[in-house]
């Protein structure tokens, strides 16, 4: 009974420490979220910029034509809610099923016209320099 009274009866100093803490660690975690926003749209941005990269998104390849020296590796990214594939038109090429967030990486020695099979509306070539 004498502790139960002993609390009650302390000293309202003594209470908003812990109430400070989690105040500043609240503080520090918008900190975080407002540094680690920017960050990631940056490295978005870097990727979508990175040459032998063809991201797929909005049900379209992205860039739709890219020209890469011969024996680039080209890496094809599902960025899409929806499964893709990278399809040779003339069969030579087949990533087969790729679902979202997986990604086909292909040696490019001669200029490539492909397609989606599951979206034939969905079209890109890889052309060579030079
Ligand atoms: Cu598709």
Sequence with gaps: MSAVTDMVSS??????????VAGLALVGLFVVLAL?????????????G??????????????????????????????DVAPHTVTATDGSVDSGLLAPGDSFALVINEPLDYLCAIHSNMAGTIELEG
Excluded: C, H, I, W
């Excluded at 909005?58 to 590796?73: D, R």
């Design 50 to 79: 990175a040459p032998g990269e063809v991201g797929m998104a909005g049900l379209s390849f992205t860039p739709e034509t890219l020209a890469v020296a011969v024996g680039t590796e080209v890496l094809f990214r599902n960025d």
């Design 36 to 48: 680690a926003g920017p960050a990631k749209v940056l490295f978005a941005g870097d990727d979508e």
């Design 11 to 20: 000293p309202p100093e003594a209470r908003p420490g812990p109430r400070r």
